[in-house]
Structures are given as C-alpha cells and as structure tokens.
C-alpha cells in the first residue's frame, strides 16, 4: 500500500509540476504554444512506445523461443502467467553476455520476457522463477506504459528549454528576458522530472520484488538471484555494458552499478557462500546496512534501488 500511495503521490506530483510549467509558458506566449509542445512531447513519446519493442528486439538480440527448446523456461513463465492473472508472455532468449532478465511490450497482451543466456548458467531453478516473477510483475502493473507517461513530462520542459533558451538569445531585446527566464526555469524543470521519473522506476522495482514474492517465491531465493546478478554484471565485459546502457532500465539490476555494489553485499553474506539464505535474510531485517554517501547520490541517478536497500525491503516480505 505505502508503495502504491509514493507512486500515487509522484503522479500527482509530476503532473501538478506539468501544470505549472504549461502555465507558465502559456501566460507569456499564449496557449497556442504551450498546445505544440504537449502534440510533440507526446507524437515522440508514441512513436518511441510504438517503436520500442522492436528497438529491444534488435540491441539486445533476441530470439524467440518455442516451448519444444525450452520446455522448463516455458513452463515457469506459463504458471507465474497463471497465477498472476495476465496472459503468457512471448517467452524469448539474448545472447547478450551479461546475466539479466527483462519484460518489454507494449500491453499485457503484446508482452515478451526475455533471460539471457547467461542467466540460464548463474541461477538454480528458483532463483530464475524468482526473478521471472519479479519480470511478470512489472508486466502485471503496467510499468512500461507508467514509466512512458512519467517520462512525457521531462521531454516537454526539454523541448521549452531548447525553444525559449535559443530564442531569447537570438531574438529581439523585447522579450529576451522573459523567453530566457522561461528556459531557464524549464531547464531546472527538466532536471528535476528526470530525477522524479528514475525515482519511480525505482518504486516500480520495489514493488516487481513484491509481486513476485506474492507470486508463491521465497525472498531469499530473489535475494539470492539479485546478488548474483550483481557478481555476474561486474565480471561481464566492458562492451557488453555499453551495449546495453539505454536498455538497463529494463534489467533486473543496473548492470552500471554492479562494481560498485559488490563491497556493500558482503556485509549481508555472513557466511561468505554466495547465496544470501532464510537466516541471513531475517537477521538482516533489523540490521543497520551502511551505505556511503556517493552509493546514496549514486541511487538518485539510477532507475534501480541500491541493492543493499532492496535485499533489505525482502527481508521484510517473510
């Protein structure tokens, strides 16, 4: 529920921010411009959402798969499908060489979840189930599209940035401070809205962790699966991360941050065996975790939680 109300609370915010920037523009120049930004704003936001799929298609080299090669796979999505209330996914493989798992599609019904390779190696059985539900998750609640719409918002202040910056600078001296001051402030409103939109990807990762734990899996086998990820991202090569840098938000895991993360896990795997168990999990619970000031401004950044703070929110799902 309090996960819900934050994203409740960031649309409201978002578009109240929206509001006040179309206001603002809309008194200095008139609505007719304020109506062109929002016409483009959303035709490229369409375009992108038609597009998207098939963008993912082709950077992360998917391959769909049928059931006959890879009878298991397939029939773990097909019962997380079940249970979850939604229609089976497209079920498809990447050769992409870092360890992950992502959902992409348009709807419920045009939805695909993809694992690479890679992850087929790392993770048991329920650790992979475990993750596919957290994917199926996003699926169910309709991330993609919320995720498409917040990010609207920051495209339209780019675009009045652009405009009323380039004008006031080469126009007349009339209104040169006025269209400036306009870009300006929408240039400070653009930065803001992104940070808002990659906080509630963050929210919507919180939330997948969830919907997979109420999926039927265990917290410590989603525990267990994102530390690894963690492990599997920081030893990927370097041009595998570049290749999926504008797809990361789609992972799992931020992949990007894998290298830095690893320092902060080892204080949850006691034992040291590189799995993360119902014993480590509950302890952690009343745990304090330390988490460094450039780890915490790190996170402000990313369209992921901070691991540490993830692993801990499922220690509080048993």
């Known amino acids: ?14 578009f109240a921010i929206l509001f006040g920037i179309i206001t603002l523009v809309g008194g200095l120049t008139g609505t007719g411009t304020t109506y062109m930004y929002l016409i483009i704003a959303c035709l490229f936001t369409l375009l992108q959402y038609l ?7 082709l950077s992360m080299r998917v391959k769909y798969v049928s059931e006959s090669e890879y009878p298991e796979l397939h029939a773990m999505v097909e019962d997380l499908a079940m249970k979850a209330g939604i229609p089976k996914p497209k079920v498809a493989i990447s050769s992409v060489q870092i360890p992950n798992a992502f959902a992409f599609g348009r709807s419920k019904r045009s939805a695909r979840v993809c ?8 993770l048991s059985r329920d650790e992979l189930r475990a993750v596919l539900g957290h994917e199926l998750s996003h699926i169910k609640h309709r991330d993609v599209t919320i995720i498409t719409i917040l990010s609207v918002i920051p495209m339209i202040c780019y675009y009045i940035y652009i405009s009323f910056m380039w004008g006031g600078m080469l126009g007349g001296r009339e209104r040169r401070g006025d269209m400036m001051m306009i870009g300006i402030v929408a240039l400070l409103v653009y930065l803001i809205t992104n940070l808002l939109v990659m906080y509630g990807s963050r929210i919507r990762e919180y939330y997948a962790d969830q919907g997979s734990i109420e999926l039927g899996n265990e917290p410590h086998h989603l525990a267990t699966a994102l530390y690894k990820l963690v492990y ?10 570049k290749q999926a840098e504008g797809f990361k938000a789609f ?16 204080q949850i795997d006691v034992d040291m065996s590189g799995t993360i168990d119902m014993n480590e999990l509950r302890v952690l619970s009343d745990m304090n975790v330390k988490i460094g000031t450039s780890d915490k401004l790190m996170e402000l950044m990313s369209t992921h939680p901070n691991m540490v703070k993830r692993i801990k929110h499922l220690s509080s799902l048993y």
Request: avoid cysteine.
């Open 1 to 14: 529920m309090w996960l819900q109300l934050r994203l409740y609370l960031l649309l409201g915010a978002m």
């Open 51 to 57: 597009a998207g799929p098939k963008m993912v298609e």
């Open 115 to 122: 694992v690479t390779e890679g992850i087929l190696r790392l």
């Open 232 to 241: 599997g991202s920081a030893r990927a090569p370097k041009e595998a991360l």
């Open 251 to 266: 992972f799992a895991n931020d992949p990007s941050r894998a290298r830095y993360e690893i320092n902060e896990l080892r």
